[in-house]
C-alpha cells in the first residue's frame, strides 16, 4: 500500500469510522500514522464516532459510551495540536444511527472494515464487541469497488449530516466547515 507518494499538493483522503475510537486511538495507532507521514503530502483525515447523545444508540452499548467518546476527542485535540505543523488536518464527528462496520478508507483506494457484533436481548440490541478482524481491500481486487464505494458514500452522507461533538465544558470539538 503506496499512500503519501503521489503529488505533494494532491490531498490524501483518510476516512475513519469508529464506535468509540478506543481501539485506534488510544492504542496509539492512529497517532502513529500522523508520525510516518510523508512531510511533502497532505493529508485530509476525518473520523465518525457513534452520537451517546442519539436515542437510538444511547441504549445499545454500555453505560461508558460518553465518556469513552469524550476521551476520544480530548486524545484527538491533543494530538491535532501536537501535528498542527503537518501538512495534515483533523477533523471529527458524530453519528446518530447504530454501528454496523468500523472502516478505515485510504484515499478510495483501500479498506479496512470489521463488522460490528450484535445481540437480541430482553431490553433490545445490544453492541456487546467488535469483531477484532479487519478485512483489506484494495479498489483493484474483483468486487470490492462496489464495497468502497458503498464505504465512502455511506461515510459522506454522515459526515454531512452529523454534528460535533461537544465536550463537557460546552465547547465544540472541533468546528466544522
Known sequence: MKLGGADPGH??????????GETIIWKGYLEHFFQVLNPKARFDVRILMIDPQSPMIGACGPENWTEQVMESCKRLSDMRMR???KRATLEWRTYKCPPMIRAVLLNEEYLLFG??????????????????????????QRGAEQFIDFVKNWFDHEWESSRDVVSPTGRSEPTTN
Open 11 to 20: 490531498p490524501h483522503i483518510v476516512r475513519i469510522w469508529l464506535a468509540t
Open 83 to 85: 501535528y498542527q505543523r
Open 115 to 140: 463488522f460490528m457484533l450484535w445481540f437480541e436481548e430482553q431490553h433490545g440490541m445490544q453492541l456487546h464487541n467488535q469483531n477484532r478482524s479487519y478485512i483489506y481491500m484494495s479498489r483493484r
